[in-house]
């Protein structure tokens, strides 16, 4: 499946965009209250069916303990206005950097995953997952809750791969959502030889091998592209890359990481 990554999305551009992403058949829109763009997405979506349009969102780091989590949750739907969130993320294991807080950071995200089931009870929230979580994470909120994310959030793209953490999710069915999969666009990866012949040997673009890489891994891809034919192209990935091609490409690993690095939160 591909979604919508909206990031630095703003603005007339942001509605221009996310109305042709759904009028092309984009259902999946991925958020944060910090992109500070739900207003513009709400717009973009008003003609839509509700059905017909997945929202993902975040409690964002900076609000991960049990009021604040309910708190942004209200705010998001008023943003939106919406009965309902389909899925909503803790943003981060850790709290965003507060004096004092540092070593509580279990603490808030218990609490605050706390407040998501609370919220999915009620039907404000239809799906909740997690974003940045290690296994280790989400092992901790499984062993206090018996219930485990959805769906979780991590950066992949092929110099930010690990395979044992795709078995991970594979073996807890719990969904990956690919984040920056396209690696921001990082001359580093886009320059690589091996990107352009695999370009020229599928007859695609080199976005299309990236997020078909991704796809063949189990995930799901939320490229941001502000220009409406990237949009068009990204999600158009009928085609199969070889399991060879796979192994050559899953070779590139070397944990580059453009986000969120989770391995020091405790
Ligand atoms: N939860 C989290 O912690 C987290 C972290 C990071 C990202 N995310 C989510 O993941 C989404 C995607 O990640 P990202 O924004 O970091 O980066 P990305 O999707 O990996 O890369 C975006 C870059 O790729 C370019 N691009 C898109 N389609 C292209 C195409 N077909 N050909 C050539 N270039 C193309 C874009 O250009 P233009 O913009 O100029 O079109 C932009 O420069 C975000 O928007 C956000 O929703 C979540």
């Known amino acids: 499946?591909?979604?919508?990554?909206?990031?630095?999305?703003?603005?007339?551009?942001?509605?221009?965009?996310?109305?042709?992403?759904?009028?092309?058949?984009?259902?999946?829109?991925?958020?944060?209250?910090?992109?500070?763009?739900?207003?513009?997405?709400?717009?973009?979506?008003?003609?839509s069916k509700r059905e017909d349009i997945f929202i993902c969102t975040k409690v964002p780091a900076s609000s991960l303990d049990y009021n604040s989590a309910f708190d942004s949750v209200e705010k998001t739907l008023g943003n939106?206005?919406?009965?309902y969130l389909d899925l909503v993320l803790i943003e981060s294991p850790g709290k965003a950097e507060i004096p004092g807080h540092r070593r509580c950071h279990a603490k808030y995200r218990a609490e605050t995953w706390r407040?998501?089931?609370?919220?999915?009870?009620?039907?404000?929230?239809?799906n909740i997952g997690v974003a940045n979580f290690l296994p280790r994470h989400i092992d901790e909120i499984w062993d206090k809750y018996a219930m485990n994310p959805v769906a979780n959030m991590i950066e992949l793209n092929p110099f930010c791969y690990e395979p044992e953490v795709i078995e991970y999710h594979k073996e807890?069915?719990?969904?990956?959502?690919?984040?920056?999969?396209?690696?921001?666009?990082?001359k580093e990866i886009w320059n690589l030889p091996i990107l352009q012949e695999l370009k020229v040997k599928y007859k695609v673009s080199k976005a299309q091998v990236l997020l078909r890489w991704a796809i063949q891994k189990g995930a799901v891809v939320i490229p941001k592209a502000k220009d409406i034919q990237n949009s068009k192209l990204n999600c158009n990935l009928d085609f199969e890359i070889s399991p060879e091609d796979i192994l050559t490409i899953d070779a590139l690993a070397r944990n580059m990481r453009l986000g969120w690095n989770s391995a020091t939160i405790k």
């Open 80 to 83: 939106f206005k919406f009965d």
């Open 172 to 186: 807890k069915k719990i969904q990956i959502i690919a984040a920056s999969p396209l690696a921001r666009r990082s």
């Open 1 to 47: 499946m591909v979604g919508l990554g909206t990031r630095d999305l703003i603005g007339q551009r942001c509605r221009k965009l996310i109305a042709s992403a759904v009028h092309m058949g984009y259902k999946l829109i991925d958020t944060n209250p910090i992109f500070k763009n739900d207003h513009m997405i709400a717009e973009a979506v008003k003609n």
């Open 115 to 126: 407040a998501l089931i609370e919220m999915k009870q009620q039907g404000q929230i239809k």
